[in-house]
């Protein structure tokens, strides 16, 4: 057996500048629950956690959606949709399109500011996402993914055609000639 490609679609360019936003917001955040919360933690814990948070939000703002979007990769194949991401760890998901059970698009708050869409697919199993993609783009993948795995579950769902049934036995004529004769004791 051949081995799959790698997947090969990317998410949109913008994508970079909604992972900055969350990340730097997230560091914001993180700062002024740590600023005005810190009064309790020992005297230099304070500081560290500080220092931490800044050099996060200054490195990781522009470093990690980056390095997040240059791995993130999907495609969506006839009987497949092939998901590669990661950061440090590459993780690599195959969904088989029998096993989609409903797609759907979301638009988050940074999403709809930057005019993307996520993709949300359901199996039993669990959910994947294509995360922030054009909203066309997103809309357009959705269909597909929705004809492909109808179309994959028709095969799977198609019983093969039973045998003829045998034609019923005529039934028999109704009249004097086909009554059985009247018992009597005498016949049994």
Do not use: F
């Amino acid at each position: 057996m051949s081995e799959i490609p790698e997947p090969a679609q990317r998410l949109a360019p913008q994508a970079r500048w909604a992972w900055r936003l969350s990340w730097a917001g997230t560091c914001v955040v993180a700062m002024v629950v740590l600023g005005t919360g810190g009064g309790a933690l020992p005297d230099p814990w304070q500081s560290i956690g500080m220092a931490a948070l800044g050099v996060a939000l200054v490195v990781g703002t522009p470093l990690v959606p980056e390095l997040r979007w240059r791995r993130w990769r999907w495609e969506v194949r006839e009987h497949e949709i092939d998901l590669q991401r990661g950061i440090l760890v590459v993780r690599r998901t195959l969904i088989p399109m029998a096993r989609v059970q409903h797609v759907e698009t979301e638009r988050g708050v940074i999403g709809q500011a930057l005019g993307l869409s996520t993709v949300e697919i359901h199996t039993a199993a669990g959910s994947h996402e294509i995360p922030l993609l054009r909203d066309g783009d997103a809309g357009a993948i959705r269909s597909r993914i929705a004809e492909l795995a109808r179309t994959d579950a028709d095969e799977i769902a198609e019983p093969e055609p039973e045998p003829a049934a045998p034609a019923p036995a005529e039934p028999a004529p109704a009249g004097p000639e086909s009554a059985a004769p009247p018992r009597t004791d005498a016949d049994g």
